[in-house]
């Protein structure tokens, strides 16, 4: 199970970090991309900062302390999708056709992810770590819940990947890949590092780890 739940979430950080076009792209366009690119390169960092912590976590860690990571990463995972949100619409309307839908739909999908880890927050937050057996079933809900919403990340700036918009800002540094830093690839056990989650109770959990 925890494999599932970190495979889940990292299959969401490709969000605004695979961007792909093959239109000439304008002045007009090149700014967009780089007003919301700029905005969005710290959002991406602490997005891939918690991906790659709870995958590099994943098989260690108590109940109580994976409860707690888990639940600061869904959060750290929601504010930066609003934030990405509000990047978009301060960016203004895209200078393409259609522009205006794109941006109204990539703010809304995003705000509506951020709500949607949010509850897996609160999801996390009302398992019970004295119980490993009901904790491990528990993250089985959430890995399931996760496999949702990662849908729900990879639509949500689609559109804008795509034509003249993905161009521009594919060559935008603020919106490449993040790589993550080291206090997200080095966590001592016991700890509750910022951006972190770790997903494997230790014990009778093992047993739905496939």
Do not use: H
Not at 48 to 66: E, F, M, V
Request: aromatic share 2%; net charge neutral; with cysteine.
């Amino acid at each position: 199970m925890n494999k599932k739940l970190a495979v889940a979430l990292s299959g969401a950080a490709v969000l605004v970090l695979t961007l792909s076009g093959c239109s000439d792209d304008g002045d007009k366009v090149n700014d967009w991309a780089k007003t919301v690119c700029d905005q969005a390169k710290p959002q991406i960092q602490k997005r891939a900062d918690a991906q790659q912590l709870i995958i590099s976590t994943a098989a260690d860690g108590k109940p109580a302390d994976i409860q707690a990571a888990d639940s600061k990463a869904f959060q750290d995972i929601a504010n930066a999708d609003r934030a990405l949100a509000k990047s978009i619409e301060g960016a203004g309307v895209p200078p393409v056709d259609n522009g205006e839908k794109l941006q109204q739909d990539a703010v809304k999908e995003l705000n509506a992810t951020a709500v949607a880890y949010e509850g897996l927050k609160k999801q996390v937050d009302a398992l019970d770590p004295s119980n490993q057996q009901k904790f491990a079933d528990g993250l089985q809900d959430v890995a399931d819940g996760l496999k949702k919403i990662e849908k729900m990340d990879q639509d949500a700036l689609a559109k804008l990947q795509s034509g003249e918009l993905g161009t521009a800002m594919a060559k935008q540094p603020g919106c490449q890949k993040a790589t993550p830093s080291p206090a997200a690839t080095s966590p001592k056990a016991g700890s509750t590092p910022s951006g972190a989650a770790s997903v494997k109770p230790s014990g009778s959990a093992s047993k739905s780890s496939e």
